[in-house]
């Protein structure tokens, strides 16, 4: 095959035979431009990359990736296989990967820690946006010309579900920069991007625009405030450059900077993306739609004043407690955190009972076999109990796992996942009235905390 060799000329060498990449490495973070032969084998490739980086690779994953392409793992049958029949092309970039156990653990700032912490002492309630739904607040929004506050709050918080409204594509212009310009939005960056370009397509087709430059025409003042560099590498590829919003030198620093930034958070977009923000939105805290009551509690289970943070220190008997709500339709979603947790049999039993059991003083599990009726997942053992069926479910939790707990009484489904990763929907019988409940067993300390 053919000789590769290492350059720092930028000009089209495709018809010398050689073809130019630009070759970035997550892990350490390192870049650089690399010619080869159109020729060369995957192995060679690889070599080249290696030698211009300066770092080991064995065991890292490779990607491919062009302007207006979709990212590609190179994976080869063969080493000896040519690049050119794995697709790469001149002008590619050659991503390279790093294997999740040589990267560093990331921590936590300190400052991040001390602001949760403030976020939880001030949760506000549903009952604050009592009126509002998905399906009215952006016309309460639009009537009262982005004046309606607890409206803005309430599309701050509901944002990812909000943007998929057939109004949102019909929002006034400045209204619609409004929601964008918001720093508090809770939404991945690529779904408002998709939403915004719904707009700007639909103004683009009502205005009569070119075809050609009506979308960029349309979307001029909102693109901005877009932060593209919050975005993944997959959205840049499958979504913004397919979008041709961006020009290549955009759609490369991203790809640059993405590369870098996941172990140097100091790390800055370049001087093409300098107009994009690449911040993260802060996001809204949810509303807390209930707490656990300390007065349906076992006598012997901890639960702070606020009731959300429970805890229990003893294996000599079971301790339930029980929500201060009432459900009979709609869906619901809540999540326990695992802070301290006692990883063994029935330790952490969570779901819901029915509202019409008050016996939450006996020392008995919910849904367990002959104990407290109802629905839960048992944590520990990766079981689903309902009043005497117990059947294998999901996996086994540990120690700082987020446990989500989703209730739909409309379709009459329970279903629980893990670090937000669906364990599958458990139970199709659940019917209202019914109120959230967990019981516990060892030593355990969980919180209480509603997703976004």
Not at 65 to 91: F, N, R
Not at 294 to 305: D, G, I, Q, W
Not at 326 to 352: A, F, H
Not at 406 to 433: C, M, R
Request: net charge positive; aromatic share 10%; proline share 4%.
């Amino acid at each position: 095959m053919g000789k590769i060799e290492e350059t720092k000329d930028t000009k089209d060498t495709s018809s010398s035979g050689g073809i130019r990449l630009f070759a970035r490495v997550d892990y350490p973070p390192k870049e650089a431009q690399i010619k080869v032969d159109a020729k060369a084998s995957f192995e060679d490739l690889k070599k080249a990359v290696a030698a211009a980086v300066d770092v080991k690779l064995a065991r890292y994953t490779y990607f491919t990736v062009g302007y207006k392409t979709d990212v590609a793992e190179l994976a080869p049958a063969k080493e000896s296989d040519s690049i050119a029949d794995l697709g790469v092309k001149e002008g590619h970039t050659i991503l390279v990967r790093a294997p999740a156990d040589i990267k560093p653990i990331k921590r936590r700032a300190k400052k991040e820690k001390e602001e949760d912490k403030k976020d939880e002492k001030s949760s506000v309630t549903v009952d604050r946006y009592k009126g509002l739904n998905e399906k009215n607040v952006l016309k309460k929004f639009v009537e009262q010309k982005g004046k309606h506050k607890l409206a803005g709050e309430y599309i701050d918080i509901y944002a990812g579900k909000i943007v998929k409204r057939p109004e949102f594509a019909k929002l006034p212009k400045d209204i619609l920069l409004m929601i964008v310009k918001s720093d508090t939005l809770n939404i991945k960056e690529v779904d408002l991007f998709d939403a915004c370009l719904a707009w700007g397509k639909r103004e683009a087709k009502e205005t009569k625009l070119d075809e050609k430059d009506g979308l960029k025409t349309a979307l001029a003042d909102i693109l901005p405030h877009i932060r593209f560099p919050c975005m993944t590498t997959q959205d840049v590829a499958v979504k913004v450059t397919q979008s041709g919003l961006l020009d290549s030198d955009q759609i490369l620093d991203l790809f640059t900077y993405l590369g870098i930034k996941a172990n140097n958070k100091k790390a800055t977009p370049g001087k093409s993306l300098a107009k994009f923000t690449h911040r993260d939105r802060k996001g809204r805290k949810p509303p807390s739609w209930f707490k656990f009551d300390v007065n349906k509690k076992h006598s012997n289970l901890t639960c702070s004043s606020d009731g959300t943070t429970i805890s229990s220190n003893t294996t000599s008997y079971y301790q339930p407690i029980f929500g201060d709500i009432t459900l009979s339709e709609g869906s619901w979603d809540y999540e326990i955190v695992l802070q301290q947790y006692y990883n063994s049999s029935y330790s952490v039993c969570v779901g819901y009972v029915p509202s019409s059991y008050t016996n939450w003083s006996s020392s008995q599990m919910i849904g367990y076999s002959g104990h407290i009726p109802g629905w839960s997942f048992a944590c520990a053992n990766a079981q689903k109990y309902n009043s005497g069926s117990m059947t294998n479910y999901g996996r086994t939790c540990q120690q700082g796992d987020v446990v989500g707990v989703k209730l739909d009484l409309d379709k009459k489904t329970l279903e629980f996942s893990i670090n937000g990763t669906s364990q599958g929907v458990a139970f199709t019988d659940v019917s209202g009235p019914v109120r959230p409940a967990i019981s516990l067993y060892g030593t355990n300390t969980v919180q209480l905390r509603f997703p976004k």
